[in-house]
């Protein structure tokens, strides 16, 4: 088992480009989540899937898009970078059921830097 | 809405010392408390978790108490070694949709 893997590991993006973080566990799990780690600072949750074809926003969902079309792959989408988006960005996933206790596994990151 | 704190860092130990990092939270109802674990480069892994109250999670000489009354989680281990050094991360989870809530993180620094 590979768990989740992250592409690019690392990036850097001019003002207004655009780009996909590539992610893929091969847990067989159901959720997956994206976060960002600004320096010095714990993780917030950018975007959220309980399943193949659905998608929810989390605390930090603006410039972000994603998609889940399949259990394995839960791609970013950054349309339009700005600086503020310069961070580490982790997937995760979980196998869920009902309590919501589940712990996450999460894939090594990747660095992104717009300038 | 949910909230975890921790202790701010970097802690610096020398080795075989006995480390805390504190953590408490702000959460209805019955949260589950995680500790995670981020060595230099990595992602995040899990170290420990409870689910209850009063359950103690354990792994890797490190142990945390679910501790209702206090809402706290503070992390310990007895005697830490220079590989012990990273960012330790306090996290709740505390819906269906399985979201975590993160502290700021704290970093440790081992000395030999």
């Known amino acids: 088992n590979a768990g989740v893997t992250q592409t690019p590991k690392f990036r850097i993006l001019k003002i207004g480009q655009s780009m996909t973080l590539q992610c893929t566990q091969d847990?067989?799990?159901?959720?997956m989540y994206w976060y960002r780690q600004d320096p010095g600072m714990g993780l917030k949750l950018i975007y959220y899937?309980?399943?193949?074809?659905?998608?929810d926003k989390g605390e930090v969902p603006n410039g972000y898009n994603v998609s889940r079309s399949t259990t394995e792959d839960f791609p970013l989408r950054l349309e339009l970078a700005a600086p503020s988006q310069t961070s580490v960005y982790f997937c995760?996933?979980?196998?869920?059921?009902?309590?919501?206790?589940?712990?996450?596994?999460f894939g090594p990151g990747t660095r992104l830097t717009v300038l | 809405g949910n909230s975890v704190t921790q202790m701010e860092g970097p802690v610096t130990l020398s080795e075989e010392a006995f480390l805390t990092i504190n953590c408490t939270y702000t959460a209805t109802g019955y949260p589950s408390l995680f500790w995670y674990v981020q060595y230099p480069g990595e992602g995040l892994q899990l170290l420990l978790k409870?689910?209850?109250?009063?359950d103690k999670g354990s792994n890797k000489g490190f142990e945390a108490t679910y501790r209702k009354e206090t809402t706290s989680f503070h992390l310990e281990k007895g005697s830490v070694q220079v590989s012990d050094s990273a960012v330790y991360f306090c996290?709740?989870?505390?819906?269906?949709?399985?979201?975590?809530?993160f502290g700021g993180g704290t970093r440790l620094m081992v000395k030999p």
């Open positions: 409870a689910t209850k109250a009063d």
């Open positions: 995760a996933s979980s196998y869920t059921g009902t309590s919501g206790r589940d712990t996450q596994y």
């Open positions: 899937s309980v399943g193949a074809g659905i998608t």
């Open positions: 996290a709740l989870s505390h819906n269906a949709g399985n979201m975590l809530t």
């Open positions: 847990m067989n799990h159901n959720y």
